[in-house]
C-alpha cells in the first residue's frame, strides 16, 4: 500500500472510494468510468463527486495508483490520496485501506466515487448525525435509503474486518441504522455505463 499525508485528524473524515475498474462502462478496459467528462460539468465523474464531499469535510480518496491521472486530479480538487494494491479483491480492500490510512478520526462518511450527482446538503447531514453520536446513518430520498453512509468510531473494528465486494453492508444488516431524510435523488445514481452519464 503506497500512501501520501498519513492522517493523525481526530476530526470526521470522508472516504472516497475511487479504485475501481468499472468493467460495466468499458468492458475492454481502456477507459476509467471515474475520469468520464460530466455532462453539465468541468469535473469529471470522481472530481465532481469529490468537491461535494470536499464542501463539508476533509477527504480521502482511495485510488488504485496515488500517481495516475485519476490520482493527480483528486489531488489537485483537495482530497489526501491512499493507494490500494489489492482493490481487484472487492470493495471491501479499498473501504479497509481508507479506514486504516484515517483509523484516528473520529468517525467516516464513505461514499463512492461514481456517484457525482450526491449533494454537499447529504454530507452536511450525515456529518451532523456523526457529531450528534450516532453510529450509522444513511441517506434516504423519497423513503428509499442510499449512499453515501456514515459510522462512527463505535464501528472501527467491525470495519477493518470487512471482505469481499459487499462493502459495509453486512454491517448495515447487523446494528441500528439511522435514516436521514434528504432532498437529494442523487443518492441512488451512479455511473455504471456510458448511458448514465446521458441520463436525466
Same mark, same amino acid.
Given at each position: 500500500?503506497?500512501?501520501?499525508?498519513?492522517?493523525?485528524?481526530?476530526?470526521?473524515?470522508?472516504? &472516497? &472510494?475511487?479504485?475501481?475498474?468499472? %468493467?460495466?462502462?468499458?468492458?475492454?478496459? %481502456?477507459?476509467?468510468?471515474?475520469?468520464?467528462?460530466?455532462?453539465?460539468?468541468?469535473?469529471?465523474?470522481?472530481?465532481? @463527486?469529490?468537491?461535494?464531499?470536499?464542501?463539508?469535510?476533509?477527504?480521502?480518496?482511495?485510488?488504485?495508483?496515488?500517481?495516475?491521472?485519476?490520482?493527480?486530479?483528486?489531488?489537485?480538487?483537495?482530497?489526501?490520496?491512499?493507494?490500494?494494491?489489492?482493490?481487484? %479483491?472487492?470493495?471491501?480492500?479499498?473501504?479497509?485501506?481508507?479506514?486504516?490510512?484515517?483509523?484516528?478520526?473520529?468517525?467516516?462518511?464513505? @461514499? +463512492?466515487?461514481?456517484?457525482?450527482?450526491?449533494? @454537499?446538503? %447529504?454530507?452536511?447531514?450525515?456529518?451532523?448525525?456523526?457529531?450528534?453520536?450516532?453510529?450509522?446513518?444513511?441517506? @434516504?430520498?423519497?423513503?428509499?435509503?442510499?449512499?453515501?453512509?456514515?459510522?462512527?468510531?463505535?464501528?472501527?473494528?467491525?470495519? +477493518?474486518?470487512?471482505?469481499?465486494?459487499?462493502?459495509?453492508?453486512?454491517?448495515?444488516?447487523?446494528?441500528?441504522?439511522?435514516?436521514?431524510?434528504?432532498?437529494?435523488?442523487?443518492?441512488?445514481?451512479?455511473?455504471?455505463?456510458?448511458?448514465?452519464?446521458?441520463?436525466?
Amino acid at each position: 500500500m503506497n500512501s501520501v499525508m498519513h492522517s493523525t485528524s481526530k476530526s470526521f473524515r470522508g472516504l &472516497l &472510494l475511487a479504485a475501481g475498474k468499472g %468493467t460495466r462502462f468499458d468492458p475492454a478496459g %481502456t477507459g476509467n468510468k471515474l475520469l468520464a467528462p460530466l455532462p453539465g460539468s468541468d469535473d469529471v465523474v470522481a472530481v465532481a @463527486a469529490a468537491r461535494a464531499m470536499l464542501q463539508v469535510l476533509p477527504v480521502l480518496a482511495v485510488v488504485s495508483d496515488v500517481d495516475s491521472e485519476l490520482g493527480r486530479r483528486l489531488a489537485d480538487a483537495g482530497c489526501e490520496l491512499v493507494g490500494c494494491d489489492d482493490a481487484d %479483491t472487492g470493495m471491501s480492500a479499498s473501504l479497509m485501506c481508507g479506514i486504516r490510512q484515517a483509523q484516528d478520526a473520529a468517525g467516516w462518511i464513505i @461514499a +463512492l466515487a461514481d456517484m457525482p450527482y450526491v449533494q @454537499a446538503a %447529504t454530507h452536511r447531514g450525515l456529518l451532523a448525525a456523526l457529531k450528534d453520536g450516532v453510529q450509522i446513518a444513511v441517506p @434516504a430520498y423519497l423513503g428509499q435509503r442510499g449512499n453515501p453512509v456514515a459510522f462512527g468510531r463505535s464501528h472501527l473494528d467491525g470495519l +477493518l474486518a470487512l471482505s469481499g465486494d459487499r462493502g459495509a453492508r453486512a454491517l448495515l444488516q447487523q446494528f441500528p441504522v439511522n435514516e436521514i431524510p434528504v432532498n437529494d435523488p442523487g443518492i441512488h445514481r451512479d455511473i455504471d455505463t456510458r448511458a448514465d452519464l446521458e441520463a436525466r
